[in-house]
């Protein structure tokens, strides 16, 4: 098993669409055997949730996530945990020990908003690739 963690200064990293880096961890009958901080190679949902499948995720543990990026790791067979805040070594614990606080309906906060506001375009809109 495989997880990733959007990853900023050791906590989850809030914005899917904007993560840097990812913790990885690599999972062996229930335990965490070893971890590394990559760094992605682009930005936008399609691109990270392709970051994701290229490098074996199957399971992503998160802040806020929209719409189009949960399709993307859907298709990818990624499982998805957002919505989770704190820290990243935490968060993988608490996964592992079936105790993690999540949001099966996560979203980024600027998702709350309407796509035709200029502002907020940005976020999804353009990005969904199906």
């Known amino acids: 098993m495989k997880i990733a963690v959007t990853y900023e200064n050791g906590e989850v990293f809030q914005h899917f669409g904007h993560a840097e880096q990812f913790k990885m961890y690599y999972v062996e009958d229930g335990k965490v055997?070893?971890?590394e901080?990559?760094?992605t190679d682009?930005?936008?949902h399609s691109a990270i949730a392709q970051f994701l499948t290229d490098n074996s995720v199957d399971t992503l543990i998160c802040g806020g996530?929209?719409?189009?990026?949960?399709r993307a790791l859907a298709e990818g067979n990624i499982k998805l945990y957002g919505g989770v805040v704190g820290g990243a070594d935490d968060a993988v614990l608490a996964l592992l020990s079936n105790s993690l606080v999540f949001d099966p309906d996560a979203k980024c906060s600027h998702h709350a908003h309407s796509h035709s506001e200029g502002e907020h375009h940005h976020a999804c809109g353009g990005?969904?690739?199906h």
Request: a neutral charge; charged letters at 0%.
């Open 42 to 44: 682009g930005s936008g």
């Open 65 to 70: 996530i929209g719409g189009c990026a949960q």
């Open 127 to 129: 990005h969904c690739h």
């Open 37 to 39: 901080i990559v760094s």
């Open 33 to 35: 055997i070893s971890s």
